[in-house]
């Protein structure tokens, strides 16, 4: 086992060598360092789903289309997915503390920009400064607790950081309801502020700046602008499918784009001095097979409950800060399970633990696809929290997996592989998911329809309905009559019903492959290269 020397680089004084004698005070202490850089991680992670309540109110606000609000998401996590690991180099090379400050500054600003901006074109552009700031420092702070913690207390300080943003992207929605529904959509962007200036306070304060020896010197240049290409056309692709269809050219153009984009960028990294991404990582089997199971875990889950939030608010009418109250058990068991999960992976190792927490995910998921229109909310948080149970282990584990098996002077890089991968995953599992629930509402909604005795639609009314049907959303035009009403919107629940239903089986199936994957995962071989540092 190959041991590599931290050294710390905030100046004369601030810090040690790895493995010497402990700084003083707080500064460079293990666990306000992972408080630190949880305050910063939790405005990223919130801001991936408190948006989404907002968009009302700015579509209405701001006058914007359809189209536009859908990009105030598209351009947050296109920016995210793209920058991650090139982000991540950029810690590797001019340290994490540096890296995740200025991220932690830039995201809060541009979240003040956003509240302060007049028109939906500011919004959009905002968003992508977001998403590129937020790329700088989610990768950082893996990388400070990576080499602040030391082996046998690194899967439990991971396992709070899961916690932290599963909590987080759990809970946008019920802090986004309350303060849309009683400030206004700016206060969304506008929270950012103080938390950010709170998160560079204590990270000037507390954080010291741990770089390996053998640290990267330059930059693959070439190797950027592929990977981003190639990352942009993938991403690009998926979003864009359930709007051009997935047989259509403009779709596959985009993917065979990214998939030559790829290909150059693999042939690029093998001749390079200094590759972005060395390929090597990947002859690391427990590596390579935490960034599959990353990918697969996020389809499953974030693809999944993509239409468990329309089940909640559009099939039972819900508010959506009720429908939020209604995911706690959710969001209470990855509290909870997270830290557990650290700790059970520090003793038994990932294999066990990653592949259980597939089992409950894939138990879950075959629960949510039994879900009724008039399923009782005891039924449902039974389902949610078994959903949180098998999340947690995978979060802490799949990232103990991916960052303690690369070398410590990649630990930049490895973050943002890990995040990539489950951003990648989310778009894939929402896109792929998607296509199915389109196509099962397709081929049930004329039957269902005429068996209810409802008037036959034409083709133009039929792509309407089928629309609406999709997002749970009964088709019902104005001056419709009562009894009419009420049989268009039982069509239009079953048939989501349906459509969830299969969805949710395919989720399932996604983790039960994810099973095995599992059991490919090996403790990290270079865990130990963090700090050795006393404190903890």
Not at 100 to 128: K, M, P
Not at 266 to 284: D, G, Q, Y
Not at 478 to 498: L, S
Not at 499 to 511: D, E, I, P, Q
Request: aromatic letters at 6%; proline letters at 5%.
């Amino acid at each position: 086992m190959t041991s590599q020397t931290t050294i710390d680089k905030t100046g004369p004084g601030d810090g040690v060598p790895s493995g010497s004698a402990p700084a003083k005070g707080l500064r460079g202490h293990p666990w306000v360092t992972l408080v630190t850089v949880a305050v910063g991680v939790m405005m990223v992670a919130l801001d991936g789903t408190i948006v989404a309540i907002a968009n009302p109110a700015i579509q209405n606000d701001l006058d914007a289309s359809l189209a536009d609000v859908q990009w105030i998401t598209n351009a947050y996590f296109l920016a995210l997915a793209v920058a991650l690991i090139t982000a991540g180099k950029l810690g590797d090379r001019f340290g994490h503390r540096q890296t995740f400050l200025i991220g932690v500054a830039g995201f809060a600003a541009s979240s003040g920009a956003i509240g302060l901006s007049g028109s939906i074109a500011a919004v959009i552009v905002f968003r992508v400064f977001q998403g590129l700031f937020g790329a700088l420092l989610m990768p950082a702070a893996l990388g400070l607790l990576r080499a602040t913690f030391p082996a046998e207390k690194l899967n439990m300080a991971i396992g709070i950081w899961g916690m932290v943003i599963g909590a987080s992207t759990a809970g946008g929605p019920i802090l986004g309801g309350v303060l849309v529904e009683h400030v206004n959509w700016q206060s969304v962007f506008f929270i950012n502020v103080p938390v950010g200036i709170l998160a560079v306070v204590l990270g000037v304060m507390i954080l010291l700046d741990h770089r390996a020896e053998n640290a990267p010197r330059s930059f693959d240049l070439l190797g950027i602008a592929l990977l981003s290409a190639s990352m942009f056309a993938l991403v690009w692709a998926l979003i864009k499918a359930p709007e051009w269809g997935w047989g259509s050219g403009e779709t596959w153009l985009y993917i065979g784009g990214s998939v030559v984009g790829f290909v150059l960028f693999s042939l690029w990294e093998t001749k390079v001095k200094e590759p972005l991404i060395p390929l090597a990582m990947f002859r690391s089997v427990p590596l390579s097979a935490g960034v599959v199971l990353m990918v697969l875990m996020a389809i499953a889950f974030m693809g999944g409950l993509f239409f468990v939030t329309f089940y909640l608010q559009n099939v039972h009418g819900m508010s959506p800060v009720d429908a939020g109250l209604h995911l706690l058990p959710l969001t209470a068991m990855m509290i909870v399970a997270s830290p557990l999960a650290g700790a059970m992976i520090t003793k038994v190792g990932p294999r066990v633990p990653l592949a259980g927490g597939m089992v409950c995910t894939a138990i879950a998921m075959y629960g949510i696809s039994t879900l009724e229109t008039d399923t009782g909310s005891a039924v449902m948080s039974i389902w949610f929290a078994l959903l949180g149970l098998g999340l947690a282990p995978v979060m802490v584990g799949a990232t103990e997996v991916i960052v303690g098996n690369a070398p410590m002077e990649l630990s930049g890089v490895a973050g943002g592989l890990q995040q990539s991968a489950m951003q990648i995953g989310g778009s894939l599992g929402t896109a792929v998911l998607g296509a199915v629930m389109a196509s099962k509402v397709d081929s049930d909604l004329a039957g269902n329809w005429a068996a209810a005795g409802l008037p036959e639609l034409t083709p133009e009314q039929a792509h309407q309905a089928s629309e609406a049907v999709q997002v749970g959303v009964p088709p019902v035009a104005p001056g419709t009559p009562e009894q009419i009403a009420a049989k268009i919107a039982d069509v239009a629940h079953n048939t989501f019903i349906d459509g969830m239903s299969l969805a949710s089986l395919v989720a399932a199936g996604v983790a039960v492959v994810a099973v095995g994957v599992a059991f490919l995962t090996k403790r990290g071989v270079n865990a130990d290269g963090g700090a050795g540092m006393g404190h903890i």
